[in-house]
Structures are given as C-alpha cells and as structure tokens.
C-alpha cells in the first residue's frame, strides 16, 4: 500500500495520540491518499484512549475497507471480512438479469453484511457461531431497524455462510450451528414493527397533478389504473406494448419475479391508453417517461410564470451551468420518481396551508408505492382477491397454465373497465 509503514501490530500508517485519544492516519484500499481518522468504537462518538482497543478499531476499519473496495479477494480466506468480500464478489457474478445488469439483490446483501462488519470484521469464521450471530442481531435492534428487515437480513447472513459451506471454505457444522437461530417473532422482541403500507386515496392523487409536469403526472396516472410497480413503469418502451388488440398488453422487460421463470403482462385499457398514447411517439426502443423532457418543461413553465420582465434580470436559461455535475437521464429510477412525487406533495401542502387549509386532513404524505395498493383495493371491492392478484401479476407456483390464462382474461376484463 503506498505511503504507509507498518506499526508493531501489523498495521499499516501510524496510531497516534490526538489530545487524549487515538487517531490512525493510513490510506485505505481505495482511497488515493492519507488521511486521519478517529478511532471510535462502534457506537462511540469520541475517539477511544484505549491504545488496544484502538488497535482493535483500526483493524475493523481496514477490514472493512478491503470489502468495500473493487480488488478480488484472493489467498486463504480467514476472517469475516474476507468471507464477506468474497460472497459480495460472487453476488455481483450470480444477481444478474438475462442482459446482464446486477439487481438491487447485490445492495440488499451490502445493508445485510454491514453490522457483522462493524462488530465481527476481524474475527475468524470458525469462531463465529450462534451467539455472535444474536450480536449481530441485536446491533440491528439498537439501529432501530424493523423486525421484517432484521430477519431477511439475518438470513442473508446465514446464506453466506451456507455457500461458504458449499464451496468447502468452512465446515458444514459452522453452517448448521448458525440455522439454530430462529427468526424475531411478532411482539416476542424489542424490535420495531414496520408500518403496513396503506392504499392513499384517489383524491389525494389527483390533487397533485395540478403541481407536476405532464410526464410525472402521466407517471402517476398510468400507475394508478394498472397497479404497476414503480420499477415495472419506469422502463416502459413503446416496443415493449403489444396495441394489437382492444386491451394493450405491456410486457415489462424486467420484473420483480423474472428470475423465477414468471412472464409479467400489464394489461392497459381506454383510459390508459389516452393518457399514454403521446409518449409512444417516439424511438420503439427510447424510454417513454424521460427526467430530461420533464426538467425542460418544468424551465419552461418557471419561464411562463416568471415575474420580472424578461427585459430586466436574469435571461431565460443563464442561470444554468454550462456543465452540471448531475445532468437528467434518460430514463427515472425509482428515487428520481419518489423525489418528484414528493416535490409535488408539499407543493401541493404550501398552497393548501396558504389558503389557511390544513395539509395534514387535505393532503397527506404518500409514496408511488401506495398507488399499486390504491389499484389493488379498487379492484377487490369492484371485482373479487382472484382478479386484484390477476391485475398486479401475483403468481401461485403450483398453478397449472390454464390457470394463468384465466388470470390473464380476468386481468384484461379489470382493464377494460378500470381504464
């Protein structure tokens, strides 16, 4: 490692003392120069005045900068941080779609794999075991993540220790000892509950339109009468919809259960369809919901409400950077879409607590997410569950594939008369 010395501990930089407390100054795998750095210990908001117990902080520190850094594991592999970096290495091979791009699998296992770093990064595997796996979990707790979460992170954890088992890095005992630990049980811990996500009512949904440029707002619309997810929507392309017939199909290119062999068809009806019809005009194979169209409408629109005569102050446009750090894509990710739906909530909040309205009875906080929830419980008052599971692409495993057309007909029928 360049610029760096090695201390008696085998470390490399130099501890030292800061006032009363330890520092290290070193440059970490995949930083480009030193830096200094306090030795906290883990939930410490000071530097610690320990000698070994910074040593103790430093090595976790180093551990945790070789996983998080893009070199390939290579060598025996000892610790917890080497096992770490080697499953993350292997995830980012193995989570992939059929075009090859990495899912969010690959980030569900960084948030899983992050407490066991910060509390066992240096120990070695064998003697990890059922009781430090409880550690872990209980640094969860005190992080006040939700039970749900806990224990899917939990059982990331485990999985990495069953593929460790597999590919003979530890014994399968380790492995076993491990499955003895059972998940949080409902009101069994002091674990969080998460809050069921609530369908947002239809008003409230319109309400903002008024607030959003038009590709947002059609964003919004189209997620609303399919009930798709946010994902599902967003990289919609005008050849991805087959308009052979009455009721559009959409067949979203990648989904949530795609790797289970599952097809996802989103049936689209008259409604829809109008509200969709002038973003198909377009490349077959450009995204139809694009942040820089609705960056360029939103200029415009400040433009046309614009106060101060164009012939004093700024000139439309030169208040822009000629080369942004951050420049609008082509395509929304699901944060792009959340943040743009929020901006449009509280837009929608200040002119309602202008009015001397209250926004919290007339407008309420909501997510893209509710709206697939909004469509769900529409459909089950007006039709039946069976229909609503059709509508949102929810699959039985067992179901034969007569079956699935059924569900199909009863997805173009909730289509046909939902819009």
């Not at 360049?2 to 201390?7: D, F, G, L």
């Not at 995949?30 to 000071?46: F, H, M, Y």
């Not at 005045?49 to 025996?76: H, P, R």
């Not at 400040?302 to 080369?323: A, H, I, Y």
Request: a positive charge.
């Amino acid at each position: 490692m360049a610029h760096s010395k090695k201390t008696k501990n085998n470390l490399p930089g130099s501890i030292y003392k800061n006032g009363n407390r330890y520092w290290w100054k070193v440059q970490l795998p995949g930083e480009d120069k030193l830096q200094a750095r306090p030795l906290k210990p883990l939930g410490s908001k000071q530097a610690t005045k320990d000698y070994n117990v910074a040593v103790e902080c430093a090595k976790i520190m180093l551990a945790q900068a070789v996983f998080k850094s893009g070199s390939k594991i290579s060598g025996t592999i000892a610790s917890i941080a080497q096992l770490a970096k080697a499953y993350s290495d292997y995830a980012n091979e193995y989570y992939k779609d059929h075009n090859g791009i990495t899912t969010r699998e690959v980030g569900n296992i960084g948030y899983a794999l992050k407490p066991l770093l910060d509390v066992y990064a240096t120990i070695y595997i064998e003697d990890f075991g059922p009781i430090k796996l409880i550690e872990v979990r209980n640094e969860m707790i005190k992080q006040n993540i939700c039970r749900k979460t806990i224990n899917q992170r939990i059982g990331v954890i485990k999985r990495m220790f069953k593929w460790a088992a597999s590919q003979q890095i530890i014994p399968m005992i380790t492995y076993q000892g491990l499955l003895t630990v059972e998940g949080l049980k409902r009101n069994r811990s002091t674990a969080k509950e998460s809050m069921p996500v609530k369908p947002i009512d239809e008003k409230h949904v319109y309400m903002i339109l008024d607030y959003t440029t038009p590709v947002v707002g059609a964003m919004i619309q189209i997620q609303l009468l399919t009930g798709m997810r946010p994902s599902e929507m967003l990289q919609m392309k005008p050849k991805d919809i087959d308009r052979s017939e009455q009721i559009w199909h959409y067949y979203p290119e990648r989904h949530k259960n795609e790797y289970r062999g599952h097809e996802r068809i989103v049936p689209i009806g008259p409604q829809g369809q109008k509200i969709l019809m002038p973003f198909l005009l377009r490349n077959e194979n450009s995204y139809c919901f694009s942040p820089a169209e609705s960056e360029k409408y939103r200029r415009e629109k400040l433009t046309e409400n614009r106060k101060t005569p164009l012939s004093c102050g700024n000139t439309v446009g030169s208040n822009q950077k000629d080369d942004p750090q951050r420049k609008p894509g082509e395509v929304y990710d699901y944060k792009g879409y959340g943040k743009a739906v929020t901006r449009a909530i509280f837009a929608a909040r200040n002119d309602i607590k202008s009015r001397g309205g209250d926004p919290d009875v007339e407008m309420p906080k909501w997510t893209p997410y509710q709206l697939r929830h909004t469509a769900a419980t529409k459909t089950r008052k007006l039709f039946n569950y069976e229909t609503a599971g059709a509508l949102l692409g929810h699959s039985n495993m067992s179901a034969t594939a007569v079956y699935a057309e059924r569900n199909q007909g009863l997805a173009d029928e909730a289509a046909r008369k939902l819009g």
